[in-house]
């Protein structure tokens, strides 16, 4: 069945230095590849879409990387801060259907 | 863009009783989709609505559960008999059909408790 596994424990770095969070999954061929942010007690929020054919994309600090040979997502966020801090989702989407699979997520702390 | 709005945004019931949810989507959007998620986990796919039309539906959502979009704006999400290990948040998401269509706007979900 198909399957994602993000880094299921928090993560905790530094203020101003680069986190980067894993997206691996299996049994899979998405169209496109999508991170959102999720804080407490809120829904998902939208940050970037990545395509099958694109290896890589920015947006201000973050940039995501997409290798469909590895069937993984890097994403970074460079200079963190402290506000960044939240639950980052990656989720899969395919051609011809919009059931989007969700990863657990990966909980990034930003210390001051 | 006034957001995805959710309702109510916490519900707690005894098991076995029916309850109902709403999602009133941006106006604009004509997809709109039913995510449940659970402590620690990411959100689970329930169903999709292009307009009117309930267009896909998980294996998960058992006959207990029902969603509708009457006249394609708002859309209501019932489950009937609930039970304890229905207790999760249960997320409302929209989307353009044409333009930036993949992109999903979420609500802040409505959070469910069955004692």
Request: proline share 4%; charged share 25%; hydrophobic share 30%.
């Amino acid at each position: 069945s198909q399957k994602i596994e993000q880094n299921s424990e928090a993560l905790n770095i530094q203020e101003g230095k680069t986190a980067t969070l894993t997206c691996n999954y299996t049994n899979y061929s998405p169209a496109y590849l999508q991170w959102y942010r999720q804080d407490p007690g809120r829904g998902p929020v939208f940050l970037l879409l990545i395509r099958e054919n694109e290896k890589e994309k920015r947006k201000e600090r973050l940039k995501v990387t997409f290798d469909t040979t590895l069937k993984q997502s890097l994403f970074h966020i460079t200079a963190s801060q402290p506000a960044d801090s939240a639950t980052y989702l990656c989720a899969l989407g395919g051609s011809g259907t919009y059931k989007y699979i969700f990863g657990t997520g990966t909980r990034l702390k930003v210390l001051a | 863009d006034t957001g995805v709005s959710q309702n109510p945004r916490h519900k707690i019931t005894k098991r076995g009783q029916n309850v109902t949810f709403r999602c009133d989507p941006i106006s604009e959007h004509n997809r709109l989709y039913w995510y449940r998620q659970t402590l620690g986990q990411g959100p689970e796919f329930l169903t999709y609505f292009q307009n009117e039309a309930q267009l896909e539906k998980s294996r998960l959502l058992s006959d207990r559960f029902s969603a509708e979009r009457p006249k394609g704006s708002f859309s209501t999400l019932e489950i009937q008999r609930t039970e304890q290990g229905d207790s999760a948040m249960y997320l409302c998401a929209s989307s353009f059909k044409d333009r930036e269509k993949e992109k999903l706007f979420f609500g802040s979900g409505t959070q469910l408790s069955v004692l």
